[in-house]
């Protein structure tokens, strides 16, 4: 079993909801080290890349130079979803 995304988990919604919260905040210290710019931008600035990151992934965001306005439109629909943008 993995215990920090557990897979047999999913359906249990404490269980999901605790992998889902570790995994957007890995991806906030993940970004931490990817993006020299990520520590500068304002809050609602890092929320949107954190779920960038978690609908599109993080590579993709990263060979696009962490531009949120190259996101494809289905993502942005995330992100509307969401109120980020």
């Avoid at 920090?4 to 359906?11: D, F, K, R, W």
């Avoid at 949107?48 to 942005?76: A, C, E, V």
Wanted: net charge positive.
């Amino acid at each position: 079993m993995n215990k920090i995304y557990p897979i047999e988990g999913v359906y249990n919604p404490l269980i999901n909801l605790t992998t889902s919260t570790k995994y957007l905040n890995r991806l906030d210290i993940d970004l931490k080290k990817e993006n020299p710019k990520y520590s500068s931008l304002p809050e609602n600035e890092k929320l949107k890349q954190i779920f960038i990151s978690y609908n599109w992934g993080i590579n993709k965001l990263k060979k696009n130079n962490f531009d949120t306005t190259k996101i494809p439109s289905k993502t942005k629909a995330y992100l509307k979803s969401l109120n980020l943008i």
